[in-house]
């Protein structure tokens, strides 16, 4: 076989696991084309200029325009973890939820419920903030596995319960909270979200203290991710299913090394790792290992597929159910504590309108309508693509309205494309 020929075969290799998978590519460039979108658009508003002239000089003077960009500053990219953590946090739940063939539009009304239970009980009574804290995590986990009785045990549609528990828990948090807001809390609480991790080194660098411990720990996290990334492949090739050509293979983690030492860079340059983002890290981490590496995950992708011949293979659907929602009111209660903790405060309109974008984040990161379809990864970088565009539009000056519009459109491209490449692949 001459060399000619197998460059062709690896071309053609190439082409067709691209091909294979190309959603998740197309997510993944989608995000990196929205941030690099903004920066220059926010460079733009900041300069007074128009977007076409921000272009020229985007070839004219390329350093001085993304430099002057607002997206990537240090201080702005914490923002974007600390106003997004407790969606994305709920997005892993919801994901499960959908997975499995059923939504959840209680989310935003328990979590504001549960923060309005935790400020209570930490305020006017006085309670311990950790004991608070586990409390509320559990009253959430109980009231997701109620909701899950109704769906799995009595066949109750998910979309009425959750419609019902939406009504309830709303009503509940005025009742709760006396129709007023409730805080300050305490400053153990509050670190919960506007916490930072401590640095054990003391380092001044780039103009500026630098969190030297920030940057080892983003280090070290790439070089797990990397490790096990090529322990994986060996497996597979070991046993001849290694499907990823080693070009694609070599440039992703190319690509996951640079995205995760830059931003470690960037946190370090500021405060450097808020205590919410290990939270969150660790709970994206573990949902990732439930969902392909667990008798658990691979249960509730095959009730998604198709719950009845589930059932006969003997899988106990109901109690699957069960805890999936017990999972989600765990998890809803989680950033309940995690929303209340940033403000500082609980409200009587504190998690309205979290399902929605909640369970777009989960649509646009590739979950499918039907169930049986979607990634943990591909739900957070959802999360992240609304994230993105409500804070670059924040930023623009761009109307709450016209902001509400161009979501929407995102998520109906995004249903669109899951739909037309099912409808291709049939």
């Given at each position: 076989?001459?060399?000619?020929?197998?460059?062709?075969?690896?071309?053609?290799?190439?082409?067709?696991?691209?091909?294979?998978?190309?959603?998740?590519?197309?997510?993944?460039?989608?995000?990196?084309?929205?941030?690099?979108?903004?920066?220059?658009?926010?460079?733009?508003?900041?300069?007074?200029?128009?977007?076409?002239?921000?272009?020229?000089?985007?070839?004219?003077?390329?350093?001085?325009?993304?430099?002057?960009?607002?997206?990537?500053?240090?201080?702005?990219?914490?923002?974007?973890?600390?106003?997004?953590?407790?969606?994305?946090?709920?997005?892993?739940?919801?994901?499960?939820?959908?997975?499995?063939?059923?939504?959840?539009?209680?989310?935003?009304?328990?979590?504001?419920?549960?923060?309005?239970?935790?400020?209570?009980?930490?305020?006017?009574?006085?309670?311990?903030?950790?004991?608070?804290?586990?409390?509320?995590?559990?009253?959430?986990?109980?009231?997701?596995?109620?909701?899950?009785?109704?769906?799995?045990?009595?066949?109750?549609?998910?979309?009425?319960?959750?419609?019902?528990?939406?009504?309830?828990?709303?009503?509940?948090?005025?009742?709760?909270?006396?129709?007023?807001?409730?805080?300050?809390?305490?400053?153990?609480?509050?670190?919960?979200?506007?916490?930072?991790?401590?640095?054990?080194?003391?380092?001044?660098?780039?103009?500026?203290?630098?969190?030297?411990?920030?940057?080892?720990?983003?280090?070290?996290?790439?070089?797990?991710?990397?490790?096990?990334?090529?322990?994986?492949r060996r497996e597979q090739q070991a046993h001849g299913l290694a499907e990823e050509p080693d070009i694609i293979f070599i440039?992703?983690?190319?690509?996951?090394?640079?995205?995760?030492?830059?931003?470690?860079?960037?946190?370090?340059?500021?405060?450097?790792?808020?205590?919410?983002?290990?939270?969150?890290?660790?709970?994206?981490?573990?949902?990732?290992?439930?969902?392909?590496?667990?008798?658990?995950?691979?249960?509730?992708?095959?009730?998604?597929?198709?719950?009845?011949?589930?059932?006969?293979?003997?899988?106990?659907?109901?109690?699957?159910?069960?805890?999936?929602?017990?999972?989600?009111?765990?998890?809803?209660?989680?950033?309940?504590?995690?929303?209340?903790?940033?403000?500082?405060?609980?409200?009587?309109?504190?998690?309205?309108?979290?399902?929605?974008?909640?369970?777009?984040?989960?649509?646009?990161?590739?979950?499918?309508?039907?169930?049986?379809?979607?990634?943990?990864?591909?739900?957070?970088?959802?999360?992240?693509?609304?994230?993105?565009?409500?804070?670059?539009?924040?930023?623009?000056?761009?109307?709450?309205?016209?902001?509400?519009?161009?979501?929407?459109?995102?998520?109906?491209?995004?249903?669109?494309?899951?739909?037309?490449?099912?409808?291709?692949?049939?």
């Amino acid at each position: 076989m001459t060399e000619a020929t197998d460059k062709t075969f690896a071309r053609t290799d190439i082409m067709r696991f691209v091909k294979a998978n190309i959603r998740d590519y197309a997510l993944l460039l989608s995000l990196l084309f929205i941030m690099a979108f903004f920066q220059i658009a926010t460079s733009a508003a900041l300069q007074q200029t128009s977007f076409v002239d921000t272009l020229y000089l985007l070839f004219t003077d390329f350093g001085n325009v993304v430099k002057q960009g607002v997206l990537f500053k240090p201080v702005n990219m914490t923002n974007l973890i600390l106003q997004n953590s407790y969606i994305v946090i709920m997005a892993l739940g919801m994901l499960l939820v959908i997975v499995a063939g059923h939504i959840d539009l209680s989310v935003g009304s328990v979590s504001g419920f549960v923060g309005a239970v935790a400020a209570v009980m930490m305020v006017p009574w006085k309670i311990d903030p950790f004991l608070t804290m586990f409390a509320c995590l559990a009253l959430g986990a109980l009231i997701g596995g109620g909701q899950g009785y109704f769906v799995a045990y009595h066949r109750i549609p998910a979309f009425i319960v959750t419609l019902a528990g939406m009504l309830i828990f709303k009503g509940l948090s005025l009742t709760v909270l006396g129709g007023a807001s409730v805080g300050p809390f305490p400053k153990s609480f509050q670190l919960l979200s506007s916490g930072f991790v401590p640095d054990a080194f003391t380092v001044t660098a780039f103009g500026g203290p630098f969190n030297l411990l920030a940057l080892l720990i983003g280090a070290l996290v790439t070089a797990l991710i990397i490790y096990f990334n090529v322990k994986e492949r060996r497996e597979q090739q070991a046993h001849g299913l290694a499907e990823e050509p080693d070009i694609i293979f070599i440039g992703r983690n190319v690509l996951i090394a640079i995205a995760f030492l830059g931003f470690s860079f960037l946190m370090a340059r500021y405060k450097g790792l808020p205590n919410v983002l290990i939270v969150m890290f660790t709970l994206i981490a573990l949902f990732v290992f439930i969902t392909t590496r667990t008798t658990f995950g691979r249960r509730v992708y095959a009730m998604g597929g198709n719950e009845k011949a589930s059932k006969l293979s003997g899988i106990n659907t109901e109690r699957m159910t069960l805890l999936i929602f017990t999972i989600m009111g765990a998890l809803a209660a989680l950033a309940g504590l995690v929303f209340a903790a940033r403000l500082n405060v609980a409200t009587p309109k504190a998690g309205l309108g979290f399902e929605l974008e909640v369970i777009a984040a989960c649509f646009i990161g590739g979950a499918a309508v039907t169930g049986g379809v979607g990634k943990i990864i591909g739900a957070v970088i959802g999360a992240f693509i609304i994230g993105v565009m409500n804070n670059g539009m924040s930023i623009m000056g761009i109307g709450i309205d016209w902001q509400q519009v161009i979501k929407g459109m995102v998520l109906m491209l995004a249903v669109f494309l899951d739909v037309y490449y099912k409808n291709k692949a049939a």
